[in-house]
């Protein structure tokens, strides 16, 4: 296994098609760990996160014939002491999960050479990994490939990102629910189709005529002070670029309930692996009667369950309703390393 460190945005554009390959055959397939998304975060927000300083780090690991066999998506930004600190590509903010790329079979051994290889080399460094779920092969392979070379690890459960585990029938996931919540989410459900004027669902997925509904949904997001105030122009210039990026590679899921020509409730959401990840929300007070948040999510569950998916992931955060609706806890760690004194 030989290493490669790419530290220049077009040095890594020519490994894209490779990069995505790699994703769909690695023990972590999550929206954000492809090559889109990871190139949009870096080009687009990296430096408002972290500051000018941070630079890129992704490692390759090449066979004999320089085929992909994993990667590293790394930057490295300067902590509050001035250390160097390697972290994941996706930071804090906007992403919610974080790993190397590597078949769970592969991850020892590509551990073992980037700590032998790469951190060993590089004193003075250290890592914080952050938001990496608890079925990676990186909890168990990095600490002692890391311990090898004389680095201390700790990592501990950072928060949770709640998922639903869907049954294969619509009435299957309701009986699943407690008696209470099932009541209450077919009488809203019940209650919204019985409305008048109509209320409906609708669904975006490609680029064309996509900023106009782009900007319904920020509205809708901005109703709720704690997302305005999240919404700062530059996080609104990532999320309109976002849905576009999504679109444009075939996995976008933003999806909206009208109540009219109103819209009422909106979810920008990620169809990709056979699986919804739930990303971010947005909803008018002004159609709290209807419950349009419940009713949307309810629309998107029986979406997923008839095309077959057995997941829907809530993402980060532990908010009552994710429960509710039959989210179990799915736990997110932080892994942070650093040569022993």
Do not use: C
Not at 127 to 145: F, G, K, W
Not at 244 to 250: K, P, V
Not at 301 to 314: P, S
Request: proline share 7%.
């Amino acid at each position: 296994m030989r290493l490669h460190i790419v530290t220049r945005t077009d040095d890594w554009a020519p490994w894209a098609a490779a990069w995505n390959r790699l994703l769909s055959r690695s023990a972590t397939r999550v929206p954000f760990l492809r090559y889109e998304y990871l190139r949009l975060w870096w080009t687009q927000w990296a430096r408002h996160e972290w500051g000018p300083d941070a630079t890129l780090f992704v490692v390759l690991a090449l066979d004999q014939d320089g085929d992909l066999l994993a990667a590293a998506p790394w930057f490295r930004a300067p902590d509050p002491a001035g250390r160097r600190v390697l972290r994941f590509l996706g930071g804090d903010a906007l992403t919610d999960y974080g790993d190397v790329l590597a078949p769970a079979a592969l991850a020892p051994a590509f551990w073992r050479a980037l700590a032998g290889q790469v951190l060993a080399a590089s004193a003075g460094d250290a890592l914080d990994l952050t938001h990496i779920p608890q079925t990676s092969p990186t909890l168990s392979a990095a600490p002692p490939a890391l311990a090898a070379v004389g680095w201390t690890t700790q990592h501990a459960v950072m928060e949770t990102a709640p998922r639903i585990l869907l049954p294969a029938s619509w009435e299957a996931y309701l009986q699943a629910l407690p008696r209470k919540q099932r009541h209450e989410l077919r009488r809203k459900m019940r209650r919204a189709a019985a409305h008048r004027p109509p209320v409906r669902m609708r669904t975006v997925h490609a680029t064309a005529g996509l900023d106009a509904p782009a900007e319904v949904f920020l509205r809708l997001m901005a109703h709720n002070p704690r997302k305005a105030a999240f919404l700062t122009p530059p996080v609104r210039v990532f999320f309109r670029a976002l849905m576009h990026t999504a679109a444009q590679h075939g996995w976008l899921h933003l999806a909206f309930l009208d109540v009219g020509d109103r819209p009422a409730a909106a979810y920008l959401a990620f169809d990709f692996g056979q699986r919804l990840w739930i990303y971010n929300s947005g909803l008018d007070p002004a159609f709290a009667h209807l419950s349009p948040g419940w009713v949307l999510a309810g629309h998107l569950i029986q979406r997923a369950i008839a095309h077959g998916y057995r997941v829907l992931d809530w993402l980060r955060g532990d908010e009552d309703y994710k429960y509710r609706l039959g989210g179990r806890d799915f736990y997110l760690h932080r892994l942070t390393a650093r040569p022993a004194a």
